[in-house]
């Protein structure tokens, strides 16, 4: 678009150039530094745009032919050449920012003006001031106008800033929010496989133990065998039900207590015939930390029996202020261990609480944790 403008510019120069010199009837040696000078101001105008086109100073060079061009005329103010000026204030106008286009309209205004102030020294009449006060309110007519459009074009650019910005905030916010609900449904998935794991694999664990016992009896009492097989039924049983409430739990159906915990551990007891010592005062405790603390310790004697070979259990909750500490150790094999997803869970449940647990595993295993209760007494 700029590239036509500047070729109707050109063209409109040489028309308005060629009015004035069938105007002046020059001689040839005064008609040759017009042609050359016009030629002059052409070629300047071919080569501005390569050549730093930002930068307003360039356009002074414009001003300054112009100003040569007109000294040339035989007219004191010769009006075809006043309009150069406009053309140039217009190109500046169109290519450079507000305040660089502004320094080329004050100069351009200064140097046509600069006529008129000349011819003063001749006299001072109605005329000269007239046409003096009409040049003065065209040119602040035409600074004005490229003002107001500068300013129009500025908001504009402005306004698709703003909107690229917002757009682009707009596309943003949509990444985060697919990425938080990947998360979302990742940290779901984990928990419900958190919780799968430790419900139904300390059922397993007994269920597995029962096994055992029932294949010895086969061998040294076998009447004892349907008892112990009505144990592993009881526990299979039991499995499947530790499945729906972890289900029910899901859908926000299933509430635990302190009891749940007790009932937990006297049945793991019954089916395994591992001695279980368990210090579990009354506490007041939300559904998040009676659930967390369940899971763990559920998880810990689990691990106790099905890893360390432990025949002795004890499990201590204590309160100390608002703060819930957690104790449990086994006689098992301790010694190193490999952290998988049953521990990595007990500890992840700790944390979601604001709390900590750490395992030691010397002679035999200790795991200890504790967590700040949100339920005051």
Request: hydrophobic content about 45%; proline content about 1%; some cysteine.
């Amino acid at each position: 678009m700029k590239r036509y403008l500047h070729i109707l510019k050109m063209c409109l120069n040489l028309i308005i150039f060629l009015l004035a010199l069938s105007f002046e009837n020059a001689s040839f040696e005064r008609t040759a530094r017009m042609v050359l000078l016009f030629t002059g101001l052409v070629t300047w105008g071919l080569i501005r745009p390569y050549i730093r086109a930002g930068q307003p100073w360039w356009y002074g060079v414009d001003v300054i032919l112009i100003y040569l061009l007109e000294y040339q005329s035989k007219y004191l103010v010769n009006y075809f050449f006043h309009i150069l000026y406009v053309s140039t204030v217009l190109e500046a106008g169109i290519n450079l920012n507000r305040y660089k286009a502004n320094i080329v309209a004050m100069a351009a205004s200064a140097a046509a003006l600069s006529k008129f102030i000349a011819a003063m020294k001749f006299g001072i009449n109605a005329a000269l001031i007239s046409q003096l006060l009409f040049n003065i309110f065209a040119l602040a007519f035409l600074i004005t106008l490229l003002n107001y459009g500068k300013l129009q074009q500025e908001e504009r650019q402005k306004s698709q800033f703003l909107y690229g910005e917002l757009v682009e905030a707009y596309r943003r916010l949509e990444e985060l929010s697919r990425e938080k609900e990947k998360a979302a449904v990742l940290e779901e998935r984990n928990r419900i496989a958190r919780d799968m794991h430790d419900a139904l694999g300390h059922r397993l664990t007994s269920l597995i133990m029962q096994l055992e016992m029932g294949k010895q009896a086969l061998k040294k009492n076998p009447e004892e065998v349907g008892e112990v097989l009505e144990r592993c039924a009881r526990g299979a049983r039991e499995a499947l039900a530790d499945t729906r409430k972890v289900v029910k739990a899901l859908k926000g159906k299933e509430s635990i207590d302190i009891e749940h915990i007790r009932k937990m551990l006297d049945e793991f007891k019954g089916d395994t015939g591992i001695e279980i010592k368990a210090n579990l005062p009354p506490l007041e405790l939300s559904l998040e930390e009676v659930t967390a603390l369940y899971r763990v310790i559920q998880e810990a004697v689990t691990n106790a029996v099905r890893h360390g070979k432990a025949t002795r259990i004890s499990v201590d909750v204590n309160e100390e202020g608002k703060k819930l500490k957690l104790y449990i150790r086994d006689n098992g094999t301790g010694g190193e261990y490999k952290e998988g997803f049953g521990i990595s869970g007990m500890r992840k449940r700790f944390e979601e609480l604001g709390g900590t647990l750490r395992i030691n595993a010397g002679n035999g295993f200790e795991v200890i944790g504790e967590f700040e209760r949100s339920v005051d007494r």
